[in-house]
């Protein structure tokens, strides 16, 4: 009896220790804890589409609606890719190709559109004409750069008054022809009347702001990306207070509209995270010297690159940041929306990032950028101007 006492309780004691080592498997990597998150709409995709831009600028504005008291409305992301496709068009003509073109733009172009053009409703506007579920561009993109390239050939020795037409023709062909008015809360609206109304966007109310050391502190210019075909402007903020901006924003429950290069390899998307390892062992401060000592630099950096938790990062200044761009390890790659902050196991921060690529994903379509990510890899960003605090407004002459 006692002998089957002995091996019972020998038995739970080890499966007591088989359940530990399981949870302690579960907590390894990296473990976020949300510690605010703003309202915002859902995830959506943009799926096999070049139009993040699109995609982040809307949410962005659908969260600032959501702020203002206008409610949970679901914006077209299309109505902004058409109008924008099309002016980019003309531009290109107009400067005879020596543009870039492309699915490819900015955040300023959702905010033009909706200045000069209005805004509907996902609704009344989903831009899916050539049917499928979901958004496929690679055809209408292929199409249009030959139309526009076949333009500027100029065969007959002068331009014709009606090639935009064919431009428009082939846009409303894909995604389908803008409506002139569309049915919202019961009653017929325009997109102009719409967003002058209904949303009440006011283009004034929002600043792009960047932080590079190539052009003066506090003044504007246009960040010279392929994708800023439209030259829009940003004002010009040292790293450390584009990061206040950022900060204060959140802490006075605003979002952010975030441009930044996820080519990195520490961007680990299906882990939900982004991170920037320090990867020079001379720089590993604070790690046994023993435990670097008898591996590569190679295995260095695949551990550190890992998701078996939080690791050091990089120290990002106003210098290593101006490096990344001038050399290219730091290109216009994808627009994000900011929407809060967590921490890891160890304390750090992160920022909450909403991404356009579905919910296939650990964190359902989200994903946790590191301060240090954000330093180095953001483009530039777009915030109402009450996010902006008192003294940095002062210095912008806001």
């Known amino acids: 009896m006692n002998k089957l006492l002995t091996l019972a309780l020998v038995m ?21 804890t949300d510690t605010k998150v703003i309202p915002h709409t859902s995830v959506k995709s943009q799926y096999r589409s070049g139009t993040c831009w699109s995609f982040s600028a809307i949410s962005f504005i659908e969260a600032e609606l959501m702020r203002t008291g206008k409610g949970d409305i679901d914006l077209s992301e299309m109505f902004a890719v058409h109008h924008t496709y099309y002016d980019k068009s003309i531009q290109y003509v107009r400067m005879h190709g020596n543009l870039n073109y492309g699915a490819g733009a900015g955040f300023g172009d959702v905010f033009h559109v909706i200045k000069e053009y209005g805004m509907t409703t996902e609704e009344a506007y989903n831009g899916l004409n050539y049917g499928t579920e979901n958004h496929v561009h690679g055809e209408m993109d292929a199409m249009l750069l030959a139309m526009v390239q076949s333009v500027i050939k100029d065969k007959n020795r002068t331009l014709t008054p009606v090639w935009p037409n064919a431009i428009k023709a082939t846009i409303n062909t894909y995604l389908g022809p803008i409506p002139e008015d569309f049915e919202y809360d019961g009653k017929k609206v325009t997109p102009r009347a719409f967003a002058d109304n209904i949303m009440e966007f006011d283009y004034d109310d929002y600043v792009f702001l960047t932080s590079y050391s190539h052009h003066p502190f506090y003044e504007e210019f246009a960040v010279e990306v392929p994708d800023n075909w ?8 040292p790293l450390n207070e584009l990061m206040q901006v950022i900060d204060n924003a959140i802490e006075n429950d605003m979002t952010v509209a975030w441009a930044a290069d996820v080519s990195e390899k520490g961007f680990k998307w299906s882990n939900g995270y982004a991170v920037v390892p320090e990867t020079d062992i001379k720089n590993l401060s604070g790690l046994e010297q023993a435990k670097w000592e008898d591996k590569s630099a190679k295995e260095i950096k695949k551990g550190l690159l890992s998701a078996e938790g939080p690791a050091q990062e990089k120290e990002i200044t106003q210098e290593v940041r101006q490096m990344a761009y001038d050399n290219y390890q730091t290109t216009d790659d994808h627009g994000m929306h900011i929407v809060g902050v967590a921490k890891d196991q160890n304390g750090n921060l992160y920022y909450k990032i909403k991404n356009s690529w579905g919910v296939d994903q650990k964190y359902d379509g989200y994903f946790y950028a590191s301060k240090a990510f954000v330093e180095y890899k953001t483009m530039d960003i777009v915030i109402h101007k009450d996010a902006l605090p008192k003294d940095i407004k002062k210095k912008l002459g806001l």
């Open 230 to 237: 439209a030259l829009d402007l940003s004002y010009n903020l």
């Open 12 to 32: 739970l004691i080890g499966l007591g220790a088989i359940a530990q080592d399981e949870e302690k498997e579960k907590q390894e990597g990296y473990v976020f």
